[in-house]
């Protein structure tokens, strides 16, 4: 299995709680200082940590599989064609897990899902957009393809590249200047007006912006405008989904 579950670090997970609710996501898992949201497809983790800690406001892109050590295998069968074992076992800070590194430096984690089943009661047209920002989009594209990720058509033939994955949520990679880090988003298989209507009426900032390659909505990002806060994106982007 393999599904997107970034994770994000905040120090307002009580104001992440109100839009993520808005966005139609349904919580999951409630332990100290750690909440899941699942989305139709796709889920984050929320990780409170100290206003002004150097990760607050930050996301760290991560997924979600089965069995690890067979996850780790079959990445670094997948890689082998390319020289490349970019999977490894590791002991993180919140247990086992396998940390994959890229050719550009970039690394993430796969956790194993402590449960496999998406909420229903979860809006199923959101869907969880993890985001690599890198100067070897080519590279990134390679390496989720070897986790599993599948090539998903994108409207334009330039550097960026789009994944599906198996068990929820999107991949994206999208090239930028400067050391390989995250992002996060969403995207919306429906009508954008009652989201934005539904968001508003959650005491939410959103605005609508129309553009040749389609329609996303732009919501305040609780993170924005607290101190040491200067790395923190103004506003969260739900993309409406074109299919290609």
């Not at 992440?16 to 909440?35: F, Q, S």
């Not at 760290?60 to 599989?65: I, S």
């Not at 200067?230 to 993309?239: C, D, F, K, N, R």
């Amino acid at each position: 299995m393999l599904r997107v579950r970034p994770l994000h670090s905040t120090s307002r997970p009580d104001s992440w709680d109100t839009l993520l609710t808005a966005l139609g996501m349904v919580i999951t898992e409630n332990d100290a200082g750690w909440r899941v949201f699942d989305a139709g497809s796709g889920r984050l983790a929320l990780h409170t940590v100290p206003e002004g800690a150097a990760e607050d406001g930050t996301t760290a892109l991560a997924v979600e599989v089965g069995d690890l050590a067979e996850f780790a295998r079959r990445t670094n069968l997948a890689a082998d064609e390319d020289g490349a074992a970019p999977a490894e076992l590791v002991t993180a800070d919140h247990g086992e897990a396998c940390r994959i590194t890229a050719p550009d430096g970039f690394t993430f984690l796969a956790d194993k899902a402590s449960h496999f089943a998406q909420c229903a009661d979860a809006d199923p047209a959101l869907a969880v957009a993890g985001v690599w920002f890198t100067e070897d989009p080519a590279a990134a594209s390679r390496t989720l393809q070897h986790i599993g990720a599948r090539p998903r058509p994108v409207p334009d033939q330039d550097d960026t590249a789009d994944f599906s994955t198996k068990n929820g949520g999107v991949l994206l990679v999208r090239p930028a200047s400067g050391p390989a880090r995250s992002g996060l988003g969403f995207e919306y298989d429906g009508a954008l007006e009652p989201l934005r209507q539904r968001l508003a009426s959650a005491g939410l900032r959103v605005s609508l912006t129309e553009e040749a390659f389609g329609r996303t909505l732009h919501v305040a990002n609780p993170d924005a405008g607290g101190p040491g806060a200067g790395h923190v994106p103004a506003t969260l982007w739900i993309a409406g989904r074109h299919h290609g």
